[in-house]
T-cell receptor
């Protein structure tokens, strides 16, 4: 089934623990993105990757890291979670990072840090 | 700074027409997107404008005025399934999307 998958669907995490959110796409898209969505705020870009092997920082990168070892996978790691990282996390992809390319979103991961 | 403004919430009646406005101030402009997001779900693409004017796609139309930093999404013949949040996003000079907080549209019978 073509699209983007994310895992887990939801997670409760103790503060100070680490966690990796997984994202996989099978559309052979070059560009991938991680956003967080908080109530009353727009989607905010955490990190992005324009192509396999490269990554870049978005608007709110602190406390998060990413890697892009291949085209399909783009995991997001929280090294030491804090309560302010409680959010819904969306992974997205687009064919390229060009101006006309729409982004396709995964179903999201709801993370609660206590 | 960069800013995208949309109304927080709007209410409309089934079968009617509604216009959702979006104003923006960004560093550069490389297109404006509208997405629909049902509660608890992922955003899905609705429309893209890069030139001034109206783009029509079935019951949905989107308008852009670059000189005014303004766009609107027009929804016609509203159906109950149109109850959702509508997100406006602008691609800036770095080709990153800057997102508005979204407009929650409530459709009443």
């Amino acid at each position: 089934i073509a699209g983007i998958t994310q895992a887990p669907t939801s997670q409760i995490l103790a503060a100070g623990r680490s966690m990796t959110l997984r994202c996989t796409q099978d559309m052979r898209h070059n560009a991938m993105y991680w956003y967080r969505q908080d109530l009353g705020l727009g989607l905010r870009l955490i990190h992005y990757s324009n192509t396999a092997g490269t990554t870049g920082k978005g608007e709110v990168p602190d406390g998060y890291s990413v890697s892009r070892a291949n085209t399909d996978d783009f995991p997001l790691t929280l090294a030491s979670a804090v309560p302010s990282q409680t959010s819904v996390y969306f992974c997205a992809s687009s064919e390229t990072s060009g101006s006309t390319d729409e982004q396709f979103f995964g179903p999201g991961t709801r993370l609660t840090v206590l | 700074g960069q800013n995208i403004d949309q109304p927080t919430e709007m209410t409309a009646t089934e079968g009617a027409i509604v216009q959702i406005n979006c104003t923006y101030q960004t560093s550069g402009f490389n297109g404006l997107f509208w997405y629909q997001q049902h509660a608890g779900e992922a955003p899905t693409f609705l429309s893209y404008n890069v030139l001034d004017g109206l783009e029509e796609k079935g019951r949905f139309s989107s308008f852009l005025s670059r000189s005014k930093g303004y766009s609107y999404l027009l929804l016609k013949e509203l159906q109950m399934k149109d109850s959702a949040s509508y997100l406006c996003a602008v691609r800036d000079s770095n080709y990153q999307l800057i997102w508005g907080a979204g407009t929650k549209l409530i459709i009443k019978p």
